[in-house]
């Protein structure tokens, strides 16, 4: 059942980062999925835009990049949370986000009505 698990985190995955080719335009350069107990854990590398990494280096920039993705992140949260839903089939009771400046990384958290992990690799 293991391998059922890391199927369905690499199809999580590939939905996540197409959705933000469409709505950035560009995806991160790495992405990792985590089924983890009720939790669904979404880590992405080299989010940030060439733009966005040269306000990163002074601190109001920095502000101004943290401030413009969580927007952008309210705008589409619901879009994130149905991807979710329809690749585990539990409802997504909450989600959260944020995003580092200094690595480039942003994390999204995916709070989901039962334990999917368990589910999966119960025998």
């Known amino acids: 059942m293991a391998g059922q698990k890391k199927k369905l985190e690499?199809?999580?995955?590939?939905?996540?980062?197409?959705l933000q080719r469409e709505l950035i335009g560009r995806g991160p350069q790495e992405t990792k999925i985590y089924i983890v107990q009720d939790m669904v854990i979404a880590r992405f590398k080299g989010v940030m835009t060439v733009e966005e990494k040269h306000l990163a280096g002074h601190q109001d920039g920095r502000k101004l990049v943290k401030e413009m993705r969580q927007v952008l992140r309210e705008m589409y949260s619901s879009q994130f949370e149905e991807i979710v839903e329809k690749h585990t089939g539990c409802k997504v009771l909450s989600s959260h986000s944020d995003m580092s400046t200094k690595t480039g990384e942003r994390i999204e958290i995916f709070v989901i009505d039962r334990n999917l992990e368990k589910e999966m690799t119960a025998d």
């Open 10 to 18: 690499a199809e999580l995955g590939e939905a996540l980062i197409k």
